[in-house]
Protein backbone atom coordinates (compact mmCIF):
# COMPACT_ATOMS: atom_id res chain seq x y z
CA UNK A 1 0.00 0.00 0.00
CA UNK A 2 1.06 3.37 -0.66
CA UNK A 3 1.40 6.72 1.43
CA UNK A 4 1.62 10.28 1.63
CA UNK A 5 3.10 11.83 4.32
CA UNK A 6 4.27 15.63 4.94
CA UNK A 7 7.81 15.91 6.36
CA UNK A 8 7.04 18.89 7.88
CA UNK A 9 3.64 21.43 8.10
CA UNK A 10 3.11 23.14 5.23
CA UNK A 11 6.52 21.30 3.55
CA UNK A 12 7.02 18.56 1.00
CA UNK A 13 5.37 15.40 0.77
CA UNK A 14 6.46 11.79 0.57
CA UNK A 15 5.64 9.08 -0.88
CA UNK A 16 6.80 5.81 -0.01
CA UNK A 17 4.98 1.81 -0.06
CA UNK A 18 4.80 -0.87 2.34
CA UNK A 19 6.66 -3.12 -0.54
CA UNK A 20 10.05 -1.50 0.59
CA UNK A 21 11.47 0.27 3.46
CA UNK A 22 9.41 2.54 5.39
CA UNK A 23 10.95 5.98 6.48
CA UNK A 24 13.22 5.49 8.89
CA UNK A 25 14.70 7.37 12.09
CA UNK A 26 18.38 6.70 10.65
CA UNK A 27 17.84 8.43 7.25
CA UNK A 28 16.15 11.66 9.25
CA UNK A 29 19.54 11.40 10.82
CA UNK A 30 21.91 11.09 7.67
CA UNK A 31 19.86 14.03 6.85
CA UNK A 32 20.55 16.39 9.38
CA UNK A 33 24.62 15.86 9.37
CA UNK A 34 25.53 17.62 6.37
CA UNK A 35 25.61 21.35 5.99
CA UNK A 36 23.93 22.21 2.46
CA UNK A 37 24.33 25.63 0.80
CA UNK A 38 22.78 27.19 -1.97
CA UNK A 39 23.47 25.75 -5.09
CA UNK A 40 25.10 22.02 -3.91
CA UNK A 41 25.13 19.39 -6.35
CA UNK A 42 23.87 16.10 -4.85
CA UNK A 43 23.87 12.95 -5.20
CA UNK A 44 21.94 10.38 -2.99
CA UNK A 45 23.44 6.44 -3.72
CA UNK A 46 20.81 3.80 -2.90
CA UNK A 47 18.42 6.31 -2.80
CA UNK A 48 15.23 4.03 -2.67
CA UNK A 49 12.44 6.08 -2.56
CA UNK A 50 14.47 9.55 -2.51
CA UNK A 51 13.77 10.09 1.29
CA UNK A 52 17.01 11.82 2.27
CA UNK A 53 17.12 13.66 -0.70
CA UNK A 54 13.69 14.92 -0.10
CA UNK A 55 14.48 16.24 3.35
CA UNK A 56 18.18 17.98 2.47
CA UNK A 57 15.60 19.87 0.06
CA UNK A 58 13.27 20.49 2.83
CA UNK A 59 16.09 22.17 4.57
CA UNK A 60 17.61 23.85 1.69
CA UNK A 61 15.31 24.10 -1.10
CA UNK A 62 18.06 25.60 -3.82
CA UNK A 63 19.63 22.00 -4.31
CA UNK A 64 20.37 19.84 -7.41
CA UNK A 65 19.79 15.98 -6.55
CA UNK A 66 20.71 13.11 -7.87
CA UNK A 67 19.44 9.93 -6.84
CA UNK A 68 20.25 6.42 -7.78
CA UNK A 69 19.01 3.09 -7.27
CA UNK A 70 18.75 -0.53 -8.96
CA UNK A 71 15.13 -1.15 -7.55
CA UNK A 72 12.92 0.41 -10.14
CA UNK A 73 9.82 0.03 -7.85
CA UNK A 74 11.85 2.93 -5.62
CA UNK A 75 12.89 5.27 -8.53
CA UNK A 76 9.08 5.09 -9.90
CA UNK A 77 8.46 6.46 -6.26
CA UNK A 78 10.31 8.96 -5.97
CA UNK A 79 10.07 10.06 -9.89
CA UNK A 80 6.20 10.68 -8.18
CA UNK A 81 7.24 12.29 -5.18
CA UNK A 82 9.34 14.52 -6.93
CA UNK A 83 6.39 15.81 -9.32
CA UNK A 84 4.07 16.39 -6.96
CA UNK A 85 6.66 18.55 -4.61
CA UNK A 86 7.34 20.87 -7.99
CA UNK A 87 10.94 19.77 -8.20
CA UNK A 88 11.28 17.50 -11.25
CA UNK A 89 13.24 20.26 -12.28
CA UNK A 90 15.82 19.57 -9.62
CA UNK A 91 15.04 15.92 -8.24
CA UNK A 92 16.46 13.17 -11.05
CA UNK A 93 16.26 9.40 -9.99
CA UNK A 94 18.04 6.96 -11.95
CA UNK A 95 17.35 3.62 -12.24
CA UNK A 96 21.24 2.18 -12.16
CA UNK A 97 23.79 -0.06 -10.33
CA UNK A 98 25.92 1.71 -7.82
CA UNK A 99 29.01 -0.39 -9.53
CA UNK A 100 28.17 0.64 -13.06
CA UNK A 101 27.87 4.39 -12.78
CA UNK A 102 30.98 5.51 -13.95
CA UNK A 103 30.56 6.76 -17.52
CA UNK A 104 26.60 7.07 -16.69
CA UNK A 105 27.04 10.01 -13.87
CA UNK A 106 29.78 12.66 -14.63
CA UNK A 107 33.42 12.04 -12.58
CA UNK A 108 34.06 15.08 -9.83
CA UNK A 109 30.55 15.94 -10.52
CA UNK A 110 29.24 16.38 -6.89
CA UNK A 111 29.95 18.75 -3.80
CA UNK A 112 28.42 16.08 -1.90
CA UNK A 113 27.32 12.46 -1.45
CA UNK A 114 24.86 10.60 0.50
CA UNK A 115 24.17 7.38 1.51
CA UNK A 116 22.16 5.06 3.65
CA UNK A 117 23.94 2.09 2.70
CA UNK A 118 23.29 -1.64 3.64
CA UNK A 119 24.73 -2.40 7.43
CA UNK A 120 25.51 -6.10 7.10
CA UNK A 121 27.83 -7.94 5.23
CA UNK A 122 26.54 -10.58 2.98
CA UNK A 123 24.92 -13.65 4.84
CA UNK A 124 25.27 -11.73 8.27
CA UNK A 125 21.87 -10.77 10.65
CA UNK A 126 18.41 -11.26 8.84
CA UNK A 127 18.19 -11.64 5.75
CA UNK A 128 14.79 -10.80 4.18
CA UNK A 129 13.13 -12.85 1.57
CA UNK A 130 12.23 -9.94 -0.72
CA UNK A 131 15.11 -8.97 -2.98
CA UNK A 132 14.57 -5.27 -2.60
CA UNK A 133 14.41 -6.02 1.37
CA UNK A 134 17.38 -7.69 1.34
CA UNK A 135 19.19 -5.21 -1.23
CA UNK A 136 18.67 -2.61 1.13
CA UNK A 137 19.87 -4.74 4.67
CA UNK A 138 22.84 -6.93 3.51
CA UNK A 139 25.78 -6.21 0.97
CA UNK A 140 24.87 -8.78 -1.41
CA UNK A 141 24.36 -6.13 -4.40
CA UNK A 142 26.94 -3.69 -3.06
CA UNK A 143 30.48 -3.74 -1.11
CA UNK A 144 31.58 -0.95 1.51
CA UNK A 145 34.21 -0.44 -0.40
CA UNK A 146 32.45 -0.67 -3.73
CA UNK A 147 29.98 2.54 -1.96
CA UNK A 148 32.92 4.19 -1.03
CA UNK A 149 34.76 4.27 -4.20
CA UNK A 150 31.54 5.13 -6.09
CA UNK A 151 31.01 8.44 -3.97
CA UNK A 152 35.16 9.58 -4.35
CA UNK A 153 34.40 8.60 -8.49
CA UNK A 154 31.32 11.82 -8.18
CA UNK A 155 33.25 14.21 -6.19
CA UNK A 156 34.82 16.86 -6.16
CA UNK A 157 38.45 17.83 -4.94
CA UNK A 158 37.07 18.75 -1.69
CA UNK A 159 33.66 17.68 -2.08
CA UNK A 160 31.97 15.68 1.37
CA UNK A 161 30.33 12.08 1.75
CA UNK A 162 27.92 11.39 4.48
CA UNK A 163 26.53 8.18 5.50
CA UNK A 164 25.42 6.25 8.28
CA UNK A 165 26.34 2.99 9.81
CA UNK A 166 26.51 0.74 12.31
CA UNK A 167 29.02 1.12 15.21
CA UNK A 168 30.34 -2.53 14.57
CA UNK A 169 30.94 -1.71 10.97
CA UNK A 170 33.56 1.46 11.84
CA UNK A 171 36.61 -0.49 11.18
CA UNK A 172 35.25 -1.26 7.97
CA UNK A 173 34.21 1.85 7.15
CA UNK A 174 37.50 3.81 7.64
CA UNK A 175 39.56 1.69 5.88
CA UNK A 176 36.70 1.59 2.87
CA UNK A 177 36.95 5.36 2.89
CA UNK A 178 40.64 5.65 3.06
CA UNK A 179 41.43 3.13 0.30
CA UNK A 180 39.22 5.13 -1.74
CA UNK A 181 40.85 8.54 -1.23
CA UNK A 182 38.37 9.97 1.81
CA UNK A 183 39.48 11.35 4.45
CA UNK A 184 37.45 10.86 7.34
CA UNK A 185 36.58 14.02 9.17
CA UNK A 186 33.23 14.28 11.78
CA UNK A 187 32.25 11.33 13.70
CA UNK A 188 28.89 11.35 15.26
CA UNK A 189 27.78 8.38 17.97
CA UNK A 190 23.73 8.07 18.15
CA UNK A 191 22.68 6.68 21.49
CA UNK A 192 18.86 6.54 21.96
CA UNK A 193 19.08 7.51 25.77
CA UNK A 194 22.10 8.97 28.20
CA UNK A 195 24.86 6.42 28.77
CA UNK A 196 23.26 4.25 26.17
CA UNK A 197 25.99 2.57 23.53
CA UNK A 198 25.95 3.72 20.48
CA UNK A 199 23.17 2.47 17.86
CA UNK A 200 24.56 4.02 15.07
CA UNK A 201 27.00 6.25 13.46
CA UNK A 202 27.01 9.45 11.63
CA UNK A 203 29.96 10.18 9.29
CA UNK A 204 31.20 12.65 7.05
CA UNK A 205 34.46 12.09 4.70
CA UNK A 206 36.14 14.51 2.15
CA UNK A 207 37.82 14.12 -0.78
CA UNK A 208 41.61 14.65 -0.52
CA UNK A 209 40.68 16.18 3.33
CA UNK A 210 43.77 16.39 5.26
CA UNK A 211 44.42 13.93 8.29
CA UNK A 212 42.08 15.00 11.45
CA UNK A 213 39.01 13.39 12.57
CA UNK A 214 36.97 15.48 14.64
CA UNK A 215 34.61 13.47 17.04
CA UNK A 216 31.36 15.14 18.24
CA UNK A 217 29.48 15.37 20.44
CA UNK A 218 26.73 12.69 20.79
CA UNK A 219 23.11 12.86 19.38
CA UNK A 220 20.95 11.22 21.96
CA UNK A 221 17.33 11.03 20.67
CA UNK A 222 15.90 10.64 24.07
CA UNK A 223 16.44 12.08 27.62
CA UNK A 224 16.59 10.56 30.99
CA UNK A 225 12.81 11.09 31.15
CA UNK A 226 12.20 9.50 28.42
CA UNK A 227 11.79 12.16 25.76
CA UNK A 228 12.56 12.72 22.46
CA UNK A 229 15.07 15.38 22.59
CA UNK A 230 15.26 19.25 21.51
CA UNK A 231 17.52 18.04 18.37
CA UNK A 232 15.58 15.48 17.49
CA UNK A 233 12.71 17.22 17.45
CA UNK A 234 14.20 19.65 15.02
CA UNK A 235 15.54 16.70 12.65
CA UNK A 236 11.70 15.76 12.44
CA UNK A 237 10.59 19.24 11.79
CA UNK A 238 8.88 19.31 15.17
CA UNK A 239 10.14 22.57 16.40
CA UNK A 240 11.24 25.81 14.47
CA UNK A 241 14.76 25.11 15.04
CA UNK A 242 15.32 23.54 11.21
CA UNK A 243 12.33 23.68 9.39
CA UNK A 244 12.09 25.27 5.73
CA UNK A 245 14.35 27.26 4.12
Not at 34 to 46: A, F, I
Not at 147 to 155: E, N, P
Request: hydrophobic share 40%.
Amino acid sequence: MEHWEKLAPGGLRLLWDDALFPPGTDSFLLSALPRPRPGLRVCDLGCGTGLVGFLLLQRQRDLSLTGVDREERAIALARRCAAENGLADRAVFETLDIRDLRGRLPAGGFDLVVSNPPYFPPSRGLSPADPARRQARTEDTLSLPELCQAAAYLLRWGGGFCLVHRPERLADLLTALREAGLEPKRLRAVESRPGAAPSLLLLEARRGGKPGLSWEAPLRLTDASGAPTPELDAIYFRSTEDTIL
